[in-house]
């Protein structure tokens, strides 16, 4: 939003027309994972995950359905504990555990709590942990890996991808966040190595 701001900004000074800027999350987020989408894309590999836990929340992290589906999770406040005990875990008797009754509980016995909400996951598909999640209005989001996100549906519905030329032919290029109404984005050829662009002659 700040760049579009700018960029509208310099615009207006420059032409005397104002601009109307369209930025949503998807894209600036799907913008921020550029260098591993295009990495996984036309590497050989996706890069390494890194680790989810949160210093000071518990349980919060990853979790794995008995179909594979990854799920990430987070119980904030007391409240949600309680759900989360009584309608995902299935076993209300936790939520007054002397070692998860209280968020400094549940970070210090953190290895047994994931050992609870594991075993818990391993019995379930991953559309019945997303119903029950959500039933249980628990805050949390499917996993997707990077393979999964070029496919995403908003991308695809959205015509958010485009093709730019290269020295190794067509790719394909997520188009840039900001959505300014009547202004097509620029989407040069990649130069050749040593090559000039157009645009910097």
Known sequence: AFSGILAALFHRERTGEGAH????????LVEWLGYPLYYTLYGDSPPPRSGTSHAGIAPYGVYRSTDGQVFML???NEEEWLRFCSSFLLNPSLATDKRFASVSARVTHRQSLD???SARCTVLRGDEMESMLSHARIAYGRVRDITELARHPQLIQRERWAKVNSPVGPLDMVLP???WEG?????DPIPGLGEVPDSAT
């Open 21 to 28: 800027l369209e930025i949503n999350l998807f894209d600036s």
């Open 74 to 76: 987070a119980i904030q």
């Open 115 to 117: 050992e609870e909400i």
């Open 177 to 179: 966040p900001i959505h």
């Open 183 to 187: 202004v097509t984005p620029r989407m």
